[in-house]
């Protein structure tokens, strides 16, 4: 195996983490509307994913600047030709953050509304973005022979891709349900367990449809071992979740989102973004890659940081692990 083969499974660590990670508390920001009734239990929401939400976007900055650099081909034609849904994805991102931090500075109930409702939708749009994306790389864009994509926004916006986008918002929001259960104690925990059942039914029959039409039109016999075992975890987490066994419901749904993402890449491989137009014009590892001087520094310093990281955002989770409930929460703010 090469640099530029290592780093393509690299990347798809990166985004497997990121989507584990930020995928709950998009989840748990989708269910401040779904789940809780008042001011009292959105706040128990929120402080179930307070202490992690910004740790979890460091999967996302890390997989960004580490397709730029070990793959600047790859980044400069996704960016460019999915600027406008990244964009947004991007103010949703910068809008999340600025609501966790000011929802709680002021009293006045309209105040820390509108926050939630900042909140919401800004959890809920990129839950679904992120589909729509990752489908369209799958599936093949519009790239021409000097790696420059020349569609529209519209190209963007198929059957498939939009299925996609559906797949990871429900998905994601399943995901923060069993989260939610296994972070909460009291009232909110058993309906959220409820929740959980009905948002599972619905994930798996998208994902079910998704996943197969993808295994039909690009898959192999290793993305179809992928599928078969985001299949199995997913039904697994919806039995464990059933048996009021929230610790293995969200092991498995964090498996299920894992095994997902490694069917996609999968199938992308050799490709990193596939052309409609032409299959000559596919950006491939080889041609989208950096230098392999580039990609043996970037090994190096990977190979240094990354325990480091783990090892802090571990030690995060560890430190806030114990459950909540309304009666910690002091009054409704």
């Not at 269910?31 to 740790?55: H, S």
């Not at 749009?125 to 926004?153: Q, T």
């Not at 309906?191 to 898959?219: E, H, K, N, P």
């Amino acid at each position: 195996m090469q640099l530029h083969d290592v780093w393509f499974v690299l990347i798809a660590v990166l985004w497997t983490g990121y989507f584990f990670l930020e995928g709950f508390d998009f989840g748990v920001g989708v269910l401040t509307k779904l789940l809780a009734r008042d001011r009292t239990e959105r706040r128990v929401l929120i402080n179930t994913i307070g202490p992690v939400w910004d740790g979890n976007e460091v999967w996302l900055l890390t997989a960004g600047g580490a397709t730029f650099a070990a793959f600047p081909e790859w980044y400069a034609t996704l960016f460019s030709g999915f600027y406008l849904p990244l964009l947004l994805i991007l103010i949703c991102l910068i809008i999340r953050g600025v609501a966790f931090e000011y929802r709680h500075k002021r009293d006045e109930e309209k105040w820390q509304t509108n926050w939630e409702h900042a909140i919401f939708w800004t959890s809920l749009i990129p839950a679904f973005l992120w589909g729509v994306a990752f489908a369209n790389i799958v599936r093949g864009v519009k790239i021409d022979a000097h790696m420059e994509y020349v569609g529209s926004l519209l190209d963007l916006l198929n059957v498939y891709s939009l299925l996609g986008g559906l797949v990871t918002l429900t998905l994601f929001t399943f995901h923060g349900t069993v989260f939610t259960s296994l972070k909460t104690v009291g009232d909110i925990r058993e309906r959220s367990r409820a929740l959980a059942t009905r948002l599972g039914v619905l994930t798996a029959v998208l994902a079910l449809v998704f996943l197969i039409w993808t295994q039909v039109s690009r898959g192999d016999g290793k993305s179809m071992i992928a599928m078969a075992v985001a299949v199995v975890a997913l039904a697994g987490a919806l039995a464990f979740n059933l048996a009021g066994r929230e610790g293995w419901s969200f092991a498995l749904s964090g498996v299920t989102i894992a095994a997902a993402v490694a069917m996609l890449f999968l199938t992308l491989f050799p490709n990193v973004m596939p052309s409609s137009l032409n299959d000559a014009w596919n950006l491939t590892v080889t041609n989208a890659s950096s230098s392999p001087y580039t990609l043996k520094i970037m090994t190096w310093c990977a190979g240094v940081a990354t325990p480091l990281v783990l090892l802090y955002q571990g030690w995060t989770y560890w430190v806030f692990r114990k459950r909540i409930g309304t009666q910690h929460i002091a009054d409704a703010h």
